[in-house]
């Protein structure tokens, strides 16, 4: 079984800045890919980035410039350095991971979301 545990979301104001975090554990032998996806009230859930082990990031047009996706292989963590934003961010923030458990299943599990709220 793997856990996905995000932190980090919060409230700020326009053009500030926050930074998620998303902690993977469990049977992994492998994390193939991480990334973040959000949901704002009434709208269907957007991709917003992925990062591939050994590979390059992925990003939505809305963020690209201003967000940044990164992970830390060791800890099996990534993150999401969201800078600029704007009122149209605010949205439930969840990490998502593609693993390889460690009986050779592939599993793709998500975190239980972390609320971030931009105020103009």
């Known amino acids: 079984q793997v856990q996905l545990v995000e932190s980090g979301g919060g409230l700020v104001q326009a053009g500030g800045s926050l930074r998620l975090s998303c902690a993977a554990s469990?049977?992994?032998?492998?994390?193939?890919?991480m990334g973040w996806s959000r949901q704002a009230p009434g709208k269907q859930r957007e991709l917003v980035a992925t990062l591939p082990t050994g590979g390059r990031p992925n990003y939505a047009d809305s963020v690209k410039g201003r967000f940044t996706i990164s992970r830390d292989i060791a800890k099996n963590t990534a993150y999401l350095q969201m800078n600029s934003l704007n009122p149209e961010d605010t949205a439930v923030y969840y990490c998502?991971?593609?693993?390889?458990?460690?009986?050779?299943?592939?599993?793709?599990?998500w975190g239980q979301g972390t609320q971030v709220t931009v105020s103009s």
């Open positions: 469990g049977s992994i032998f492998n994390i193939n890919v």
């Open positions: 998502n991971a593609a693993v390889t458990t460690t009986t050779g299943r592939p599993v793709t599990n």
